[in-house]
């Protein structure tokens, strides 16, 4: 990381979620960059989760792609860029436009993503440029587009604060969204008449603030709430007025929903009827409702019906772009929607317009082309599935990682190495789709590059630059205006600045608009780029907040569509097979390329996991803390059982962020299958049908190291630490010479003086390498999982004047407490010293834990954790 010189304050936006919220860095004169929340921006008035808090330890230059490679070789950018043009140009000339293709992301900047956009479809003349927000807005825009007629959500934050009434379905917001959650429950702190309900298989933290907890089997969704569309109906909540000046097809609606009775409802979504009851009589009885939903709708094969049967109850109430109520897709990636805005979708044209005559024309007069693509592009599964039939000669992915996050994750991993020519621009040097690159080019990141970004209450904000641009590393937008220079597009790609690219994309909202399309940034012609605040769109005459109020709509005739809703049909579970439910948690981001820098992120939860209910663990004989297999026909992945009741029945739950680079064996998307909805064209990444099974071990162990080790043949995940890092290992196959072993593992220096203890009768061992009182290696092995206290462990890399006899005996003493797992990761508190609190100085609220030991005072995302805690704690002691 390289500072620049001035310790001023630089407003910028976080990398992660779709909350979007302010952040202020100041660069410091030792190099590191202060972190805080920027109390001015609108998204989060200050506050910041772990993760945001947490920025300032992402930005070390380790694992970073710092020079152009071709074939591993470090090259200059002149000769990379130029084989980039010569391929793609190639391949265009020999096999046609629809031959090439770029994979982009959510997490490009909205100028990156213009001139991707416009690079493809305007100028190559294909449409074959989609992103990972098809594995994760997709569904949310196709419903949108359906029931609007344009890609719209209608409300705002606000909202959130302002209703009576928060349906959370398939959202996990209190880890996905923390600043939202809290927002929400700093609402119902202080109006507890304010009521949330939560709908999801898993009973999440979310959870813990819920009134009600639905937890419907996976895709349980569409039968609920066509379910309350039709108690909505058949008990006078339609507001009828709404419906015929505003609305079109509620009749055939309501006359499929009809059919779908309290009975059938409970018996199609798995949820206990008097609890469906009681939600639809809060939700029918409460004016200002918002129904907020995630990845639990949009990752379906039925998404986007799930979508529009939740829109269909908006619409039915006149529930929308009023103060307090309205549906509310909450965007994952930080720029989710800034993509959608340019048209990033591989069915998107750009600007919210689509493959229309008119459109195609309009926006090629704009750009002064004659080449724009006339049709619809393959969506990502099609994509890689024509690249595995050979069919994309050349693909360039920027700024994701497919060969984890995809469906079917091995088979994208084949398609790539099927694809004659493959370009990865990103900022690190060694992901699972970098490692399969011909040509690695490397993206400026976080703090040294500029741009705009979108949140989820389109509202857009800038992000600026606090650091010196790394080695050779250049910013997505130069980039990509270089290769589409050297493909002979000169003069349209003639950008020297993000500033002109934005101002070429607000002019082309506001080109020949006239308020007839929803994305309208007028009001931003001539704005001065440097200075923008956070705005939210449609920019045009006096600010909207909201939209719809007024029951216009962008469809044809200025009405808002009822969609008519099956719900599909349960399928049936075989028996032995179980439901795969994938996600998140609450301090990895995706492929861990940068929270998995922060000792501070690793340490919530440093291996990746099952999550299995108890009936399930003992019908399949996985015991708590032990390897399981979790396989099935695609692929098989191994991670650590979790027993919780929190996990339904017939359903396990497995994170998505454990890659190659970080487990020997974790990647879940291997496992996942690319089937897809058939409108929205989004993977079904929440359902595969999978099996579970002991994993044999011979030992299991632990250790702490200063330095990574090289592990193979065995079990591992490894997690980085203060000083150094942590793993978790097994055997199958117990090493015949251990010292030699551990020497080329840990490859440790010849004079390192190995001290060891090994009781032949439990089969325990442990081994210690120190240097001057300091610890280079501490590694315990069990034939049962290890218990060593890992916050112990870890802290021995920075302790100092230690003895091998207290690292080998495996256990804290008396000079360095316990303080158990991480849960605060702002302020490192363990459940240890959490609990501690509780029981022996009485501190039995969340704030009087804080109180007492600042756990959760900072970022708040711990406290569902802490309550979690406190319950646990008073039920132990009676
Ligand atoms: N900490 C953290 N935060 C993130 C991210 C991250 O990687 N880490 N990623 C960001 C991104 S890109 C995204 S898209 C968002 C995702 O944010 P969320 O959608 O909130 O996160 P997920 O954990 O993917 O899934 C949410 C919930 O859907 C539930 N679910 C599964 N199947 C069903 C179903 O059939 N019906 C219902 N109702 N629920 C179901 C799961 O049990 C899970 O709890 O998070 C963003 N924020
Ligand atoms: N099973 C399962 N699979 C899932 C999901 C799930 O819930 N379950 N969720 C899906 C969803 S919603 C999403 S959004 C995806 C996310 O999946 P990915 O997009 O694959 O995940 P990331 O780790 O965010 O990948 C971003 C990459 O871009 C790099 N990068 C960061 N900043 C920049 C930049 O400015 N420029 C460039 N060029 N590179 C940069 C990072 O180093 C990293 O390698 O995963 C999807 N996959
Ligand atoms: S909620 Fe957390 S991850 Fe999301 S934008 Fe805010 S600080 Fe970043
Ligand atoms: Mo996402």
Known sequence: MIAQSSTTTVKTTCPYCGVGCGVLATPQADGSVAISGDPDHPANFGRLCSKGSALGETLSLDGRLLHPEINGRRTDWDEALDLVAAKFRAAIDEYGPNSVAIYGSGQLLTEDYYVANKLMKGFVGSANIDTNSRLCMASSVAGH???????????????????????????????????????????????????????????????????????????????????????????????????????????????????????????????????????????????????????????????????????????????????????????????????????????????????????????????????????????????????????????????????????????????????????????????????????????????????????????????????????DARPDWWIIKEVAQRLGFRAA???????????????????????????????????????????????????????????????????????????????????????????????????????????????HYAEPFVEINPADASRFNIRGATLARVGNGQGSAILRAIVTDRQPRGQLFVPMHWTDQFSSN?????????????????????????????????????????????????????????????GELAWFDEPADWEAWLRTSFDLPPAARMRSLVDERSGRRSYAVLEGGRLILALYASPDPVIVSRQWATELLHAEGLSASAVLAGRPGAYMPDKGAIVCSCFSVGANTIAAAIAGEGCDTVEAVGRCTKAGTNCGSCRPEIRRIIERVHVAVG
């Not at 999440?204 to 379910?227: E, Y």
């Not at 099956?566 to 492929?591: E, K, M, Y």
């Not at 990574?708 to 000083?723: C, D, F, I, N």
Request: charged letters at 20%; a neutral charge.
């Open 666 to 726: 974790g990647r879940i998307d291997a496992l996942v299958r690319s089937k897809t909805d058939p409108v929205s064209g989004q993977p079904a990444l929440k359902m595969a049908q999978c099996h579970i099974e002991p994993v044999r071990v011979r030992l299991y162990g632990f250790f702490v190291s200063a330095q990574p080790p090289k592990l193979t043949g065995l079990y591992w995940a490894v997690a980085q630490t203060m000083g150094g890092t942590r």
């Open 493 to 603: 790609f003639r950008y020297s600045s993000p500033a002109e690219i934005f101002a070429e994309h607000v002019a082309l909202s506001a080109f020949e608009n006239d308020g007839k399309r929803d994305f309208d940034l007028s009001g931003l012609v001539g704005a001065d780029y440097a200075s923008i605040a956070p705005t939210q769109w449609p920019v045009r005459g006096k600010p909207m907040a909201r939209m719809f109020g007024d029951g216009d709509f962008f469809t044809p005739d200025r009405k808002a569509r009822f969609v008519p809703v099956a719900p599909p049909p349960v399928i049936p579970t075989s028996p032995g097979s179980l439901v795969l439910n994938t996600g998140r948690v609450r301090d990895h981001w995706h492929t861990m390329t940068r929270t998995g820098k922060a000792a501070r992120l690793s340490a």
């Open 145 to 471: 587009k359906r029931a609007f007629g344009s890609d719209t959500v209608p409300g705002n934050y606000e909202d959130l604060e302002l209703a009576d009434l928060i349906v959370l379905v398939g959202s996990n917001l209190a880890w996905c969204h923390p600043v939202l959650y809290q927002r929400i429950a700093a609402a119902k702190a202080s109006r507890p008449d304010m009521r949330v309900v939560v709908i999801d298989p898993r009973r999440t933290a979310t959870a813990d603030i819920a009134d009600l907890h639905l937890p419907i089997q996976s895709d349980g969704d569409s039968a609920l709430f066509v379910g309350l569309l039709a108690h909505l109906s058949r008990n006078g909540f339609a507001d009828q007025r709404f419906v015929d000046q505003h609305t079109s097809g509620a009749e055939a609606a309501l006359m499929v929903a009809e059919d779908w009775p309290l009975e059938r409802v409970a018996a199609a979504s798995g949820a206990p009827a008097e609890d469906i009851a009681r939600f639809y009589e809060w939700f029918a009885a409460t004016e200002k409702a918002v129904t907020v939903y995630s990845q639990g709708v949009n990752q379906s094969a039925a998404g986007t019906d799930k979508v529009n049967a939740i829109i269909n109850c908006h619409l039915l109430t006149g529930r929308i772009g009023r103060r307090g109520m309205g549906p509310f897709s909450v965007t994952g990636q930080p720029n989710a929607m800034g993509g959608r805005e340019v048209g990033g979708l591989a069915n998107m044209l750009a600007a919210h317009m689509d493959f229309t005559e008119e459109a195609i024309e309009r926006v090629g007069r704009f750009w002064g082309t004659s080449s724009v693509a006339t049709k619809p592009g393959l969506k990502a599964v099609d994509l890689f599935a024509a690249m595995a039939r050979g069919e994309i000669k050349a693909v360039w992915i920027m700024a994701t990682n497919p060969v984890d996050s995809m469906p079917d994750a091995d088979g994208v991993r084949a398609a790539l190495r099927a694809c004659p020519f493959v370009v990865v621009s990103d900022m690190n040097a060694r992901t699972d789709t970098a490692v399969e690159a011909h040509v690695r080019l490397p993206a400026a990141g976080w703090g040294e590059k500029e741009g705009t970004v979108t949140n989820s209450e389109r509202r857009l904000s800038r992000q600026r630059p606090f650091l010196a641009l790394p080695g």
